[in-house]
């Protein structure tokens, strides 16, 4: 009652831009994302940045009173320059959120100054299972790489694939995948034969492809980050592996639906696991779908720019549910145990954690009207990262 009072009066006294700028907009919140939009990551960056500029054309710029300013910074994926910009982001420009974050370095780069800036840090890209446990301020809305490989394990066996050759890219979210994948592959009764690990940067994998065929398996178990997965491809038909017989299985980051279309039919029927698929069957996904690449030229938007979409809505709900109040730590207990719909169906913050749970789906490459598509066929619900749970029963 006497709010609106004052505001009548307000609105009498100096007419309603003056309200405006006073009592409604009170203060601006800054959000700084850090993600690679040059160097071998750049996909990554172009995505999420495309679906956070969706997100806040659907949902405005003013949340809870506040001013929402966007300020993209690109680290290409380099540790050094992503902790100095967000440093940078934190005293000069005094954010409330960082987010982002392509790869496990760099977010790992940047906890440390989370916790002592009490900001909270939104990571919306790299999959590595222990980066939540590295600041009570992280929260994750991307995805963490054991929550694909455990189900992919678990398929793969019941499914005729007994013998295996795991190969991935030799940093921390690739050995999350073969340990995760493999304990529950064996478990199972299926067999690793070889594991090969190559490096993040420029991989050839010819050599490793010709070695993983010399074992003869019934799948190459592949973990790649985003937007190598036809560098992967193309060489695995070159060195004729589809052709021996043997399939390509793994998490959904090697049919990433950034590149998928132009994989070439040679694709068609590989079996992957994963949390999100730009033919997901949802209204809320065909509303994504469209809205995005209707906003950015045909292209299709890929499992990061799902991780970038829903870093916003967490963002913007954390904020209403304060009520504009900018106090990291409540910002990050108002996040703890939300959910909503997503394009990639039902999630919410673990509030435990602080990482995402979501539906992990076996999907298989097909056309449809004259496209390639990773199509879900089956689902396996609210996925809690099992990486976790593995550490905390050691
Ligand atoms: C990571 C994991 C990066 C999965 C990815 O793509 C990915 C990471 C850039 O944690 O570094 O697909």
Not at 11 to 20: D, E, R, S, T, Y
Not at 40 to 48: C, F, I, L, V
Not at 51 to 66: P, R
Not at 259 to 267: A, E, K
Request: charged share 20%; aromatic share 8%.
């Amino acid at each position: 009652m006497a709010r609106s009072f004052v505001i009548a009066a307000a609105i009498a006294a100096f007419g309603l831009a003056a309200v405006a700028d006073t009592s409604l907009a009170q203060g601006t919140v800054k959000i700084g994302f850090i993600i690679p939009m040059t160097g071998p990551q750049q996909s990554t960056g172009k995505q999420e940045v495309a679906a956070v500029k969706l997100y806040m054309a659907q949902h405005g710029d003013t949340v809870a009173g506040k001013k929402i300013e966007l300020i993209i910074k690109d680290d290409g994926a380099v540790p050094d320059k992503t902790k100095r910009i967000a440093q940078e982001l934190i005293v000069n420009d005094k954010v409330t959120f960082l987010a982002g974050f392509g790869i496990t370095p760099t977010a790992l780069a940047v906890a440390p100054l989370a916790t002592q800036a009490k900001v909270p840090e939104i990571v919306t890209a790299a999959g590595t299972s222990f980066i939540t446990e590295r600041s009570p301020y992280i929260v994750r809305t991307s995805f963490a790489v054991p929550q694909s490989c455990v189900p992919m394990a678990d398929w793969a066996v019941k499914n005729g694939i007994k013998r295996v050759v795991t190969m991935i890219s030799d940093y921390a979210p690739g050995i999350d995948a073969e340990k995760s994948f493999t304990a529950e592959f064996v478990k199972n009764g299926g067999k690793v034969v070889d594991a090969i690990r190559f490096p993040l940067a420029n991989p050839d994998f010819a050599p490793f492809l010709q070695r993983a065929a010399d074992r003869k398996p019934d799948a190459v178990f592949i973990f790649v980050p985003s937007g190598q997965g036809s560098i992967f491809v193309r060489q695995f038909v070159q060195k004729g592996l589809d052709k021996a017989g043997i399939k390509i299985i793994g998490p959904g980051d090697v049919v990433d639906d950034d590149l998928l279309n132009g994989m070439g039919d040679q694709v068609i029927g590989t079996v992957t696991a994963h949390f999100y698929s730009a033919d997901h069957d949802s209204a809320v996904n065909k509303a994504f779908v469209a809205a995005f690449e209707k906003a950015n030229h045909g292209m299709r938007p890929n499992f990061m720019a799902v991780g970038g979409y829903d870093g916003m809505h967490l963002m913007y709900a954390a904020l209403k549910k304060t009520g504009g109040n900018t106090d990291g730590t409540a910002l990050v207990n108002a996040m703890k145990g939300m959910s909503w719909e997503s394009p990639r169906g039902p999630i919410s913050i673990d509030p435990q954690t602080r990482d995402i749970i979501h539906n992990v789906y076996i999907r298989r490459v097909e056309k449809k009207n004259g496209q390639l598509y990773n199509v879900e066929f089956a689902t396996f619900p609210a996925v809690k990262d099992p990486g976790k749970a593995a550490e905390k029963k050691k």
